[in-house]
């Protein structure tokens, strides 16, 4: 009988050392392995997100300056349609009131590209 209890402990000491191993080997893994690769992809969201925000800044800006210069195109396109109505040189001079119009014209455009581009 005493050495049926003894065989019961040793089974019993095992199954404990046994068990607070896996435990301990748990714990260990997720602080050694598990934890650091979380982290790590935390880092590597950020950095993409980061990415992105900036490519969509390029994009933006670039669009934004693709459209300033297509109205600076439209606005000199407008100034010599005017001096070729009134029979004058690419270029010319020309009326204080066509020149503000003209000038009206490019802020109004420019401030919808702003609009648009921000």
């Known amino acids: 009988?005493?050495?049926?209890?003894?065989?019961?402990?040793?089974y019993l000491k095992l199954s404990i050392i046994i068990g607070t191993t896996i435990i301990a080997l748990s714990i260990a893994y997720y602080f050694v392995a598990f934890l650091p690769q979380k982290e790590n992809r935390k880092v590597e969201m950020e950095k993409e997100e980061i990415n992105s925000k900036k490519q969509e800044q390029e994009y933006k800006l670039k669009k934004?300056?693709?459209?300033?210069?297509?109205?600076?195109?439209?606005?000199?396109?407008?100034?010599?349609?005017w001096c070729l109505i009134e029979n004058k040189k690419e270029g010319c001079s020309m009326s204080k009131e066509r020149y503000d119009e003209i000038v009206k014209f490019k802020e109004n455009e420019q401030e919808k590209c702003y609009q648009l581009y921000r």
């Open 1 to 10: 009988m005493k050495n049926k209890n003894k065989n019961i402990d040793d």
């Open 64 to 81: 934004l300056e693709e459209c300033i210069e297509n109205i600076n195109q439209k606005s000199e396109e407008k100034w010599n349609k």
